[in-house]
């Protein structure tokens, strides 16, 4: 059988980013295994002018989820403070209008990710 039909998407949201595409999808197994799926999509104009799209994908799973939040705020916060211009971080700050990100997409509702609560209760 096809892994991917053993896959259930419970939440999706896509984000526009000029010619990238960001989609951040949150999936289950047929064991209630919850993961996250990050997708970057890349659109490429071909040489004879018809439109490709290149893609990588990361996945990561639940026990990760706070390891990795930390370790891209480090990062974030490393380019904030240590690379870029005061004028650089203000724009960062800047309000944004959101109409270029969808709106999250929930198609079960779940109770919200609690680091603290114990595996066995799935």
Known sequence: MDDRHDQEEIYSQRIKAGKRTYFFDVKATRGQ???LTITESKRRQN???SVSYEKHKIFLYKEDFLKFV????DA???V??????????AEL???RDFDDRDQPRR???RPAFDPNRADDNY
Request: charged share 50%; proline share 7%; no cysteine.
């Open 107 to 109: 198609e079960v509702e």
């Open 93 to 95: 700050d800047r309000p």
């Open 80 to 89: 904030r403070e240590e690379l870029l211009s005061p004028e650089e971080v």
């Open 33 to 35: 295994d919850y993961y």
């Open 76 to 78: 974030v916060d490393y």
């Open 47 to 49: 040489g004879d002018d």
């Open 70 to 73: 930390d370790a891209l705020q």
